[in-house]
């Protein structure tokens, strides 16, 4: 089994910023992709920003040149720095994890979501 524990989500007034962490911890074999959805009131989840492994990075174009996705050295946490934040960007984000297993299963993996609300 593998955790998610997130970071970072508050209160931040239009054109502020935050950064949200995600810390991956448990059984994993290899991370495939790491990457960050939002699901604001009455609406599905979607993509907000996802890196695959030795591979592409993937933004929504509503958060293009704001935000931006980024693991650390390890490898195990990705973050997600939220600049130039608007009132439409409040929602609850969810880190989502993709792994591999020695039989090259693959498996998703969710975080409870940490809620972001940008008002004045």
């Known amino acids: 089994q593998v955790q998610l524990v997130e970071s970072g989500g508050g209160l931040v007034q239009p054109g502020g910023s935050l950064r949200l962490s995600c810390t991956a911890s448990g059984s994993i074999f290899k991370i495939n992709a790491m990457g960050w959805y939002r699901q604001a009131p009455g609406k599905q989840r979607d993509l907000v920003a996802r890196?695959?492994?030795?591979?592409?990075?993937n933004y929504a174009d509503s958060v293009k040149g704001r935000f931006t996705i980024s693991r650390d050295n390890t490898g195990n946490t990705v973050y997600l720095q939220m600049n130039s934040l608007k009132p439409e960007d409040t929602a609850v984000y969810y880190c989502n994890v993709e792994t591999q297993n020695i039989i090259l299963n693959t498996m998703n993996y969710w975080g409870k979501g940490t809620l972001v609300t940008v008002s004045s």
């Open positions: 890196v695959i492994i030795g591979g592409n990075t």
